[in-house]
């Protein structure tokens, strides 16, 4: 039996498409994905995140518990600052991509993936036996107390504070949410239930992410489509979120990242603090920054008109003697561009920008070229 | 719910075919556009190429997925339609009419016979729930 999201009555009133995603039943559209990807991009879209996991760490040992366990350095973070990190193991290969979020001086939020919430619990338990100051902390998996919804766009900010009234109490102080700075997370109060609100998203857009005790959920969702209506505000589904993600070269775990990858080979090692200090999996991060990687991430661009590219289709090099180099591990037609994007492990030797390659497609080659990540960059906005 | 034109013959797989004496042109259905949306790209088969009834032929991709459509009839491919190709969305706006597929000339007419009616088509797609 599929899990299923407080906002589960509220899909199937919309009618939306629902589909098995990591073991939750997940709207994957409502009218279409092209339409809620564009609605995105111009206005404003929400999604139902509440598959994602929340996990709560605190105690005098809370930070450097986590600065061990995480590869980024959690001790930048001030009261009500997050930022983006990885659980790694040992050996490098990534156990989940996460949000951390700093709520008190010795208390952190984690947002991790749906599909990691027990192996991220699991790995966590190993970390704490490993712990010299196993007392000093205390682990807590909150995934079902909380849900969460992610409402994404150019237009969030005008109207946030109509959904989510008044200043916040804890975290980053500000009189309404749409005074959050990005990556700044605020406790607010919402019809009496305690909510955070923090500036973050994964579409490349200004929005929002609003984590909440699960009876919460569905009147947040009701206050933020009340606000946003006026605004072109569309509900939106897992399709559209992938869409979007795939724009920016943003990673999904189980296709950029897994534990036979590393973020060195991800080419996240911007959020890896190989200077803090020792944590899990640094001596080998360490090693491939400074010896460098067989193959790398990157983002590419179809040339010409061609299907889209799909995840496990061949790599080619684009030279007479051409060879495959590696796999796909994203692809869609975007919706912004009009092109098939995606994201692939090429041999670094091929993986510059400006690279041509040529994806294999039902026995056919089609060129494609390697572009800095993001593929989508938001039109400069005219005067 | 879906259009199913009474003049047409249906596929259990959503291609539907409108005979003309040996001529079968043909597309996907209504159905089977709503349940793929957003088609971004189709490809067609090459003019001349021989097909058995059964056999993918072409294909059709939504955003999310790439889709094999079936030939609902032996014959020689004789017409494909550039227009679809150019604009793929045609097959979501219009599918029985300006974004058909390819035109087939149909080897051995009593395979049609196989074929579902729009009433047995609507059936199917209930089955299908």
Redo the contacts between chains.
Sequence with gaps: MLKRTPLHDLHRQLEARMVDFGGWEMPVQYTGIVQEHLAVRQSAGLFDISHMGEMLVSGPGATEFLNHALTNDIRKLAIGQGQYTLLCQEHGGVVDDLYVYRIDTDEFLMIVNASRIEADWDWLQIRVDHAPTRDGFRLRNASSEYGAVAVQGPAVAQFIDTAIEGGSMGCTLVPGASALKKNEIGAFVFQGASVYVARTGYTGEDGFEVVAPTAAIAPIWRALIEAGAPFGLKPAGLGARDTLRTEMGYPLYGHELTEATTPIEAGLAFFVALDKGDFVGRDVLLRQKAEGVSRRCVTFRMADKSPPPRPGYIVWSADPAAAPIGKVVSGTQSPSLGVGIGMAYVATAMAQPGTALAIEIRGRRFPAAIEKKPLYRRPAARP | MSSIPADLKYAQSHEWVRLQGDIATIGISDHAQHEL??I??V?LPAVGRRIQAGEPCA?V????T?SDVYAPLGGEVIEVNPNVSGNPGLANTDPYGSGWFFKIKVTNLDEAGALLDADAYRRHLGQEG
């Design positions: 949306t957003d971004v790209f490809e294909v991709e939504s955003v999310k790439a």
